[in-house]
């Protein structure tokens, strides 16, 4: 949407220089392959780990893990229950069971999707401009002046957060000072904001962007396994009770054994893992400052306490689960500006932006 | 209007880029958007303190306008629970809608009071908003600068 502001401003900016490209004979072959070259999109040269599709609107960790896996299991599982026990279940019990069930699958389903082609909340890595402006800044307050045969030790920056020290720490790939609450995610070589932890499950790291959707993911599988356990293990008791017993009523419905195999071993870890990350958003802390005890008081003492927490469980819960969606800061889909021009005094005349972005390089200075 | 974009456009190709400053982030309300108010010393003599302090200070308020944690937040929040946030695929969430606000005041800002002193304000969310990026040219050219604002940088905010 931000594109169709900029697409409006560029041909009103951009009349008068168009029709000046003929004056310069000499450098129309090196504009005529950057015209015909296709325009980059941001996504096409994106340093991270991630793959992209649907031209750069779903991003996912380059290592997916077992996310098929994961979406197969849920979609097999749910669909045995549909088509096995839900018939027994509706002539014997009620009609509601396919439709509640109908609706959590749903819900597990787009939420997993949700969670797994969302941008989590990656940071852009910094420009070299930033990055030399930073080394500078660094490097001033007379630091060890050998840095250029062996690596530094790692650069913190010590800030004050609501009476509490926090200690921010450089990024060497990114070339940032992480903000707080963000770490560095390996497997996907970026930082991420307020990273929880990258899930091979869901094929993504869980980030401030995409938290929520994790959380009622979890949840509503939650929902799910227990719903589908208890059904399965309705129907199979209905049956071996009007029947001949459990073996026989297993045999008779072999898939009911699959999904109770499958239910079981999940609801556990399912509902464990729902309860644990309730506590998480309860105290707004994030798995990986939960890990590693940032917060929870190494000295004993009373000054380290969680300093984004608001005190109040319910204030916690709504501000991360509820809270505003920020945007995404990768721009996957913007294009590519074209910087490469060596410096703006150059005349090459490339036509005026067929898409709305950088008009670097496209003016002919006028005496200016 | 349009007048202007183009001349500050032939301003940027004209004049070079000296330098750029970069203001960095200030977390000391935690990890909410804000912009340090500290004036750098490169700008010392282009621009006036108070004009460069009214500009991050409206900075500031517009971010924690779009950060607000609030009534309307929280009920765009639980409708989109409900919709399996669905919703948030065709509408346009609040913090998008204060983004606009921002590069649309930014743009304004260039026009009106760093272009003519030769600066250039990059949106911060161009950087991911780390930063906020001022880019000092040396106006090479005879005549004094000319108004324009930044239709430069490329992003989409999504």
């Not at chain 1, 070339?175 to 307020?194: A, G, M």
């Not at chain 1, 998480?280 to 000054?303: C, P, R, Y």
Request: overall charge neutral.
């Amino acid at each position: 949407m931000k594109n169709c502001e900029y697409q409006q401003i560029d041909p009103q900016a951009l009349p008068t220089p168009t029709p000046t490209p003929t004056p310069t004979p000499t450098p129309p072959s090196q504009p005529c392959p950057e015209k015909t070259k296709k325009q980059q999109r941001k996504w096409e040269i994106f340093p991270g780990k991630n793959r992209f599709y649907c031209d750069g609107r779903i991003i996912i960790a380059r290592q997916s893990g077992v996310f098929p896996l994961t979406l197969g299991i849920i979609l097999i599982t749910s669909g045995l229950f549909f088509i096995f026990d839900c018939p027994f279940l509706v002539k014997h019990l009620t009609s509601g069971i396919p439709v509640i069930g109908g609706v959590l699958v749903v819900f597990v389903v787009i939420s997993l999707l949700q969670t797994s082609f969302t941008d989590p909340g990656i940071l852009p890595r910094a420009t070299p401009e930033e990055a030399a402006d930073i080394e500078k800044q660094i490097d001033n307050p007379g630091s060890s002046s050998s840095s250029s045969s062996y690596r530094p030790p790692p650069r913190t920056k010590e800030i004050v957060i609501n009476q509490q020290v926090v200690k921010l720490k450089y990024c060497f790939t990114c070339k940032i000072f992480r903000p707080p609450r963000t770490s560095h995610c390996s497997l996907c070589d970026n930082c991420v904001e307020r990273f929880d932890h990258h899930c091979p499950w869901v094929g993504n790291c869980v980030g401030k962007r995409n938290y929520r959707f994790f959380y009622c993911f979890i949840v509503s599988l939650s929902f799910l396994t227990a719903f589908i356990f208890g059904c399965v293990t309705t129907h199979l008791a209905l049956r071996s009770q009007s029947g001949t017993g459990l073996v026989d009523a297993l045999q008779d419905s072999p898939a009911s054994a699959i999904e109770l195999v499958v239910c079981f071993f999940s609801v556990w870890s399912i509902l464990g893992l729902s309860g644990f990350h309730t506590y998480l958003v309860a105290s707004n802390l994030t798995t990986n400052e939960d890990i590693k005890g940032s917060w929870s008081g190494k000295s004993g003492s009373e000054d380290t306490g969680n300093p984004y927490s608001h005190n109040s469980i319910f204030k916690n819960c709504c501000v991360v689960l509820c809270g505003p969606m920020p945007p995404s800061l990768i721009d996957r889909r913007g294009y590519v500006p074209e910087d490469s021009l060596p410096n703006a005094t150059v005349e090459i005349q490339l036509p005026a932006a067929k898409n709305d972005v950088n008009v670097v390089g496209k003016v002919p200075s006028q005496g200016l | 209007m349009a007048t202007e974009f183009h001349n500050l456009q032939e301003l940027r190709h004209s004049a070079s880029l000296a330098n750029k400053v970069f203001i960095q982030r200030d977390y000391t309300e935690g990890t909410i958007c804000r912009f340090q108010t500290k004036f750098p010393s490169e700008l010392e003599s282009r621009i006036e303190r108070s004009l460069f302090e009214d500009t991050v200070k409206t900075l500031n308020n517009y971010y924690a306008e779009a950060e607000k944690i609030g009534g309307q937040s929280y009920l765009e929040g639980c409708l989109a629970c409900t919709t399996a946030y669905l919703i948030f695929l065709c509408m346009e969430t609040r913090y998008e809608k204060v983004l606009k606000k921002i590069s649309r005041y930014i743009q304004e800002q260039n026009e009106k009071i760093y272009a003519p002193r030769g600066l250039l304000i990059t949106d911060p969310i161009d950087r991911g908003m780390r930063v906020i990026e001022i880019s000092i040219y040396e106006d090479r050219g005879s005549s004094g600068s000319s108004s324009g604002s930044s239709s430069t940088t490329s992003s989409s905010g999504r």
